[in-house]
Structure formats: structure tokens, C-alpha cells
């Protein structure tokens, strides 16, 4: 097997020679030695390591200090990496644990790490479910608010039995915050001026480019849903805690708090070290790391019968475009990635529905509408299709859902924003302070239409007009037979307004709040599958067969299996390196395709 395993490798690193790639094997290298440092600390630090079995009794030690994303780039492990978690393998790993009889509880370090609210509520629902499995779950954090955001932090715990605080701490519970600049006057004294249109009053992603202030307008919308995100805090505080959620609220009022002030209002139960609670945990259990447990513990084998449903996501800007595959791709809603992803999932004779998870700001309206396209034509070959919002689903992003047979939402996610932006920048002024003269020569008469060197004529100025009102009413069409409701009912939400998911659930813009589950849930109920039956969760587009091995020499899996698929891939390896001859003797070459941008 090690000789298997040396060929391998050395023809991986003929491989990626012959096309200018090395940067992985010298990733790879990093992961052996980051693992190496990780082991080393594992042991340091009591905690077991990865050469040693699980324990029969343990406590998971979880630190979020990492911070938490919806996916990591490329897929690789946050063990190989030191990166951040990636929100679907804490899920995963949370409720298994609560099925396994080993774990008798979990510590969750909190206080650092970037949290989203939508995040939040998706961990706490895991974490809650955790608990109701007579599991215990404690919180430690050296201070809320020092090294990450003290509100959401404090939020997630309390999800938990208990809050410890370290002594030197502080609780900053204080609330949400929303501000931006407006630039309109130092872009004006640098002589550049933005020419935006917009559908309608509350549509303000332009407004810091074109204003001196937020917009009355803007203001409103955006003080409801922090108000909509304080209420679901307070909520949990007050079920948390057992008080009133006007108590709650008064205690979100009164923060920041040093740590006696914290344990006197009753949100936190203890002040200590981390070694102290550590040291309670290892009298009655062993400590075991959080990311050993994620690579070590024992997941049943699918049922191969079982039904599957297809799981694609959509993160990122929407943009037009194929995009690349690779592992280190950047992460953008290319709009053919995810049509050619529903068009497979929508031939394929296994999968009976699909999930798409959004999270994404919007943008190309072509973009948006090539992918909606590919949900209705899912749709129309007899699949039902549920979108799951992460984070944020707002513009393009509610656009590419609005066609789906389902939509469910967190309470805190972002979405609604049906409205349309558009313009450019005027550079004009700017090159006459620099005294750089622009000139050329164009053939039609709007050739100049998207240039920075000039201002839109009168009449140039009408037709982009013209143009965001036929984007806005073609919005406004698609929500409404999406959604089933009235254009002019769709017109009383929209103009850009932004919602949470809890006060898009009363309008009718999402059908039911939850995380990613409760969309899988909703999928097997349009599908007519049975509640309680096992589904295989397949993700769409599939994963090239390289970049699963490359993720798994990353979690350093050596059992037999991955030995077995090694030695599959040296098989598949070897018509390209009988090839690469010709790849030496030619050298390596590099292309720029032509762009076309406006």
C-alpha cells in the first residue's frame, strides 16, 4: 500500500508540473504539517489524538473561535486548513452526537469568531435538539464582545444548560447595529459623480454613492428588521432565562456588562476559568476535540434504496457564467454552474427533489432569470423544487427562489429587496482635474452608453429609465405567480424593501422558518415522501473525482477504502501521463480569453 501510495504522489507532482499547478502539492504538504502541529497541540492541551480510538464516555469540546461560513472554498476540511467551520458539518456532527450513546455532552467556547444571525438560530436549533436528547451542553467564553460579536455570541448561548464567563470577561450585550458612509460629497470633490436609477424608494443599494444620508424611506425599512432581529433575540433570552421577553428586552437595553453585573441580572450562572470547567468535564468524562470527532465518528452507510434528493448551492453574487470547478474556485452564483446543476439533478432517474440553498445579495437580472428558468423546468419534469435561505436572499437572490414549490427561510435571514439598481459612474470632471484629455470616435449613436468618460444624454438617460421599469414589473409578475398572490398585493412589499425571514413568513413571501432540514423536510412532503423515511442527500453538481481525493488526503482518511480509491485514481491517472511527453516538449502556455465588460 505505501508503494501505492508514493506513485501516487509522485505522479500527482508529475502532473500538476506538466500544467503549471505545483500550488497543490505544496498545499498538500501544508496539510501534513498542520495536522502534524495539530496533533502535537491536541496532546498538549489533554485532549486525544487522531491515532487513538474514541472514547466510550466523552465530552465534546467545540471552539468557534474560527468562525463559521456556509461553505468553505473548494470543500477541503477545516482540519487540514485551520480555516473556518463549515456550517453543514457542525450540523451534522451536532445531531449525530446527540444519536451517539458515547457523548454524554458538549462544551461550546464561544466570545470569538464571525457568527451571522441566520447562523446562529441554525446551530441553536441543532444545539437545542442536542439537549433533548438527555444530552448536557455548557458555554464558555473568555468575553463576549472582545474578539467577535458579543450579541450574537451570547445568542447562540443560549441554546445551553449553563453560561460560564471567565472573571476578567465582559457580557457585551447590546443589540444591532446597521451604518454605512455616504460618499456622494467626497466622490463630488474627487470629480466623480454616480448616475444611478432605481426601483423604487426603498431599493438604497445606490444610495451611498448618490446621497449625503439615509433616505426616510431606507431608514424605516431598515429599523424594522433590526427591531425583527432584537424581538427574536429577546425571545430566546426570555425562554432561555425564564423572564418575561419585556425583561429580556430591558436587559438587551442595558448592556454592556462586566461580568459580577452579568451573573447578578441572571445571563450567565458562573464565573470562571476554562480550566475549571475543563476540569469538572474530566472528572466524570474524557475531553475530546470537536474536530476529531467530526473525521473520527461512525456514520451508518446510506441505504442505497433509499430516495434521494439533490442538494445544490447557490452562494455568492448572482453572475453570468460557467465558471470553473476546481478547488479553488472563487465563490460566486455563476448562473450555468447552477442551471447545468438543476438540469442534471432534473435527468437524473434517482433523485425525486431538489434543495436549493441560497444565500446570496443578487445581482445579474439575466443571470437570476436563467436560473429561475431551470427551477420551472424542474418543476415541469414532476420534481419538486424548496429553496432553503441561508443568511441572505435578497434581490436576485429571492428572484431565482420566487419560482420554487416551497420556501423556507431562517427567522433572521435577509431577503425580499424586489426592486432593480442600475447607472455608472461619471469620471468626467476627475480627468479634467488631472488634466487627462479623453477622445476617441465611436459608430452609433449610443456607442458611449456605459462609458465612465461622459454623462447619459437626456435621452440615454429615458431608456435606462425605461429599462429598469420593465425589469421591475417583469420582478414584480414573477413573485406574484410564484407566490400565487396579486401584482398589486406583490407591489405593497416590494419597492425594494428588505425583510426577515419571520416578517417575510406573515407577508407571504416564505412559507416556513427553519434551516436546512426544515427544507429537506418540506421536499419530502411535496415529493410524497413518507415523514420519518431515511433520503440520501446527494450534492449537485457532483464533485470531481480529484477534488474529493484532493478533500481527502486533507482529513488524512487512511482507511482501506480511501486506499482502494487511490489506487483507482493511479489507474485513471495514467492515460494523461502517458500523455505528458507531449506536454514537456510543447512547455507550459497560458491563454487570456477576450472579456466583454461593461
Known amino acids: 500500500m505505501i508503494r501505492v501510495i508514493l506513485f501516487l504522489l509522485k505522479s500527482i507532482v508529475g502532473l500538476l508540473a506538466s500544467i503549471g499547478l505545483l500550488l497543490v502539492v505544496v498545499v498538500l ?26 472514547p466510550d464516555a466523552m465530552m465534546l469540546e467545540l471552539d468557534l473561535s474560527p468562525g463559521v461560513v456556509e461553505r468553505r472554498e473548494g470543500g477541503f476540511s477545516t482540519a487540514a486548513f485551520g480555516g473556518p467551520w463549515q456550517l453543514s458539518d457542525l450540523i451534522a456532527a451536532i445531531e449525530d452526537a446527540g444519536q451517539d450513546p458515547n457523548v454524554e455532552g458538549l462544551l461550546l467556547r464561544l466570545g470569538a469568531g464571525e457568527l451571522n444571525i441566520a447562523q446562529v438560530q441554525e446551530l441553536r436549533d441543532a444545539l437545542i435538539a442536542f439537549r433533548s436528547e438527555e444530552k448536557v451542553a455548557f458555554g464558555f467564553a473568555e468575553s463576549f464582545g472582545e474578539a467577535g460579536n458579543g450579541t450574537l455570541h451570547y445568542y447562540l448561548a443560549t441554546a445551553l444548560d449553563e453560561i460560564w464567563l ?42 451611498p454613492l448618490t446621497r449625503d444620508a439615509m433616505s426616510p424611506a431606507v431608514r424605516s425599512n431598515l429599523n424594522r428588521l433590526l427591531v425583527s432581529w432584537r424581538d427574536q433575540l429577546a425571545e430566546a433570552i426570555a425562554d432561555h432565562r425564564g423572564i418575561s421577553v419585556n425583561e429580556a428586552r430591558r436587559l438587551i437595553d442595558g448592556g454592556p456588562y462586566l461580568p459580577a453585573q452579568a451573573l447578578d441580572a441572571g445571563l450567565i450562572d458562573r464565573l470562571a476559568y476554562l480550566d475549571e470547567i475543563r476540569a ?33 448551492y447557490g452562494l455568492g453574487p448572482v453572475v453570468l457564467g460557467q465558471g470553473d470547478s476546481s478547488p479553488f474556485a472563487g465563490a460566486d452564483m455563476l448562473s450555468g454552474r447552477i442551471v447545468e446543476a438543476l438540469t442534471a439533478a432534473a435527468e437524473d432517474p434517482e433523485v425525486e427533489a431538489v434543495v436549493l440553498r441560497v444565500d446570496s445579495p443578487g445581482g445579474s437580472y439575466a443571470a437570476s432569470d436563467a436560473i429561475w428558468r431551470a427551477v420551472a423546468q424542474v418543476r415541469d419534469g414532476g420534481k419538486p423544487v424548496v429553496i432553503s435561505m441561508a443568511s441572505l436572499a435578497a434581490s436576485g ?45 465611436q459608430a452609433g449613436n449610443n456607442a458611449a452608453y456605459w462609458s465612465s468618460t461622459r454623462n447619459f444624454t437626456p435621452e440615454q438617460w429615458q431608456k435606462l429609465q425605461t429599462g429598469l421599469s420593465a425589469v421591475y414589473e417583469d420582478f414584480l409578475e414573477t413573485v406574484a405567480e410564484g407566490r400565487g398572490l396579486e401584482v398589486t398585493a406583490v407591489q405593497e412589499i416590494a419597492g425594494g424593501r428588505v425583510f426577515t425571514g419571520a416578517d ?20 419530502k412532503d411535496v415529493a410524497g415522501i413518507a415523514p420519518d423515511s431515511d433520503v440520501q442527500l446527494v450534492e449537485f453538481p457532483q464533485e470531481p473525482r480529484f477534488q474529493r481525493f484532493l478533500r481527502d488526503l486533507a482529513g488524512l482518511r487512511t482507511d482501506a477504502a480511501t486506499l482502494v480509491q487511490l489506487a483507482e485514481v493511479v489507474n485513471r491517472l495514467e492515460p494523461v501521463l502517458r500523455m505528458m511527453g507531449a506536454f514537456e516538449a510543447q512547455g507550459p502556455q497560458m491563454r487570456v480569453a477576450p472579456a466583454l465588460e461593461q
Open 29 to 54: 504538504v501544508g496539510v501534513f504539517a498542520w495536522r502534524e502541529a495539530a496533533e502535537t497541540f491536541d496532546e498538549r492541551m489533554g485532549l486525544q489524538t487522531a491515532e487513538q480510538a474514541l
Open 504 to 523: 417575510a413568513l406573515e407577508n407571504g413571501l416564505v412559507d416556513a422558518l427553519g434551516g436546512l432540514n426544515v427544507a429537506v423536510s418540506a421536499a
Open 166 to 207: 471567565q472573571p476578567s470577561g465582559g457580557l457585551d450585550l447590546t443589540g444591532f447595529l446597521l451604518e454605512q458612509p455616504y460618499l456622494r460629497e467626497a466622490l463630488a470633490e474627487l470629480g466623480i459623480t454616480g448616475r444611478f436609477g432605481q426601483r423604487e424608494e426603498y431599493k438604497g443599494a445606490a444610495d
Open 397 to 441: 437572490g429571492y428572484f431565482v427562489a420566487a419560482g420554487a414549490d416551497r420556501i423556507v427561510a431562517l427567522p433572521g435571514t435577509i431577503t425580499g429587496s424586489i426592486g432593480v439598481v442600475s447607472g455608472k459612474f461619471v469620471l468626467a470632471d476627475l480627468w479634467e482635474d488631472l488634466e487627462i484629455n479623453w477622445d476617441g470616435v
Open 280 to 312: 469538572l468535564a474530566e472528572t466524570h468524562v474524557e475531553r475530546v476535540s470537536f474536530q476529531r470527532y467530526l473525521s473520527q465518528r461512525e456514520q451508518p452507510e446510506p441505504d442505497p434504496d433509499a430516495p434521494t434528493i439533490a442538494v445544490i
